[in-house]
């Protein structure tokens, strides 16, 4: 053992897919990441987000984005894990996306999440992410199924649900912002998924024990 990426593999996963890349985020990553969200991710009369981490002050976004990450690496384990990999373009880091599981070793589902800098919306960066995310865990660590969510008025993120294969599962009333708004869960399925461009992975077989999928 003698690099972080031996102790935790997530540092050293990559998912390339043309000129999109996923990888684990270091600490100078997030630094970046921290600057891009404090740029902005989402018009100020909007929530899109379950957990509203975009409504703290601009100022504490950066820590508050770091935090959360540490956080995701604190509380890893094959009981409950997280894979949060940041998203380069071109080398330019643009955003996260993330699946999150319980109990994989038995369910083989987890929930993608995601966001990019309001900059670098709507030029189908969010699909292709999606696409990469899905054909990894579908392909690599062999998940089942796929979920995703999104308030019903956010159409980008519903869109790249359906444009990716997603089928809706029902809607239901969340608290946002002090107001109950209609929330539509989406399922995944490795038949239904719409790929995209082929995927190129590293560090996949440290991940996969990570996780408990193959022994040591
Ligand atoms: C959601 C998000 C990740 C999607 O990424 P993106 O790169 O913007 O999405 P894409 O460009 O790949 O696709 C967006 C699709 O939504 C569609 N869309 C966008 N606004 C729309 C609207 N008002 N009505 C209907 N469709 C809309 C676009 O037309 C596009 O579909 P198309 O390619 O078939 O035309 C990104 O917009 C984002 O980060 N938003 C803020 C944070 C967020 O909402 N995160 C998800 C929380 S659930």
Known sequence: MSAISDVYPVLGLSIRSGSLELRGLTDDDLAALGALARRGVHPADRMPFYHPWTDAPVEEIPLGMAQYHWGVRA??????????????????LVGTQGFSTTDYLVTRTGETGSWLGVEHQGAGIGTRMRQAMCAFVFDHLDAAEVTSGAFVDNPASVAVSHKVGYVDNGVSRKKRRGEVADHIAFTLTPEAFVRGEPIEVSGADAFRRLIGLDRA
């Open 75 to 92: 509380r890893f384990s094959q009981a409950a894990w997280t894979l949060d990999l940041g998203v380069w373009v071109d080398g330019e």
